[in-house]
C-alpha cells in the first residue's frame, strides 16, 4: 500500500515518523493485548505520554507473563536505544533478562493506593486503642466472683 503524499511530495507516514522522531519522547513499553484473565503483551516503541489506545509507532515483539516467553528484534530495539527512546523500568528488566541491554535490573517501586494505606494504618491504630485503654471491671463483679468460689 502506498502512503498518501501531501502538497511537498512526502509520504505523510514518513512525515509522522518524523515528527515523532525528533518532536517527541519516545518510550519502549508494554502494550496489553488478550482476552480477559489471559493477559499478553507486545513490546513496542510509542510516545511517552500516550495511552493504551494510541497507535505504537513500531512493533519490537511480545511478552506473554504467563510462560514468562520474551521475543524481541534485538536489532529494532537497539536502534530506538541509540535514537533517544528510553525504556520503561519493566521493560528495561525484560531486556535486560533476554540479553538485549548489558546493564543492570532496575528496581520498580509500587506506589500503595490511599485506601490500602488506610486500611494498613487502620489495624495498628486500633491495636493500640486497645492496650492504652483497658476496660474496667465494676467493684460488685470481684465480690460476685468471690462468693461463687466460696460456696
Known amino acids: 500500500m502506498v502512503g498518501k503524499e501531501n ?3 512526502c509520504n505523510i507516514d514518513s512525515e509522522r515518523r518524523f515528527a515523532l522522531y525528533f518532536l517527541t519522547m519516545l518510550a519502549i513499553k508494554l502494550q496489553r493485548i488478550g482476552k480477559k484473565h ?3 503483551f507486545r513490546v513496542v516503541v510509542a510516545e511517552k505520554r500516550s495511552k493504551l489506545g494510541g497507535p505504537p ?3 519490537l515483539g511480545s511478552y506473554n507473563p504467563r510462560t514468562k516467553a520474551v521475543t524481541v528484534a534485538k536489532e529494532k530495539v537497539e536502534h530506538w536505544l541509540k535514537v533517544g527512546a528510553k525504556a520503561t523500568p519493566t521493560v528495561h528488566n ?3 533478562k533476554a540479553g538485549v541491554v548489558s546493564a543492570p535490573k ?3 517501586k509500587i506506589n500503595k493506593a490511599k485506601g490500602e494505606k ?3 494504618a487502620a489495624p495498628a491504630a486500633q491495636l ?3 492496650v492504652a ?3 474496667e471491671e465494676p467493684a460488685g463483679a470481684e465480690a460476685k466472683t468471690e462468693s461463687k468460689t466460696e460456696a
Open 7 to 9: 502538497d511537498h511530495g
Open 57 to 59: 509507532v513500531e512493533d
Open 94 to 96: 525484560l531486556l535486560v
Open 118 to 120: 488506610a486500611e494498613a
Open 38 to 40: 489471559q493477559p499478553s
Open 133 to 135: 485503654v483497658k476496660p
Open 106 to 108: 532496575m528496581v520498580i
Open 128 to 130: 493500640a486503642t486497645e
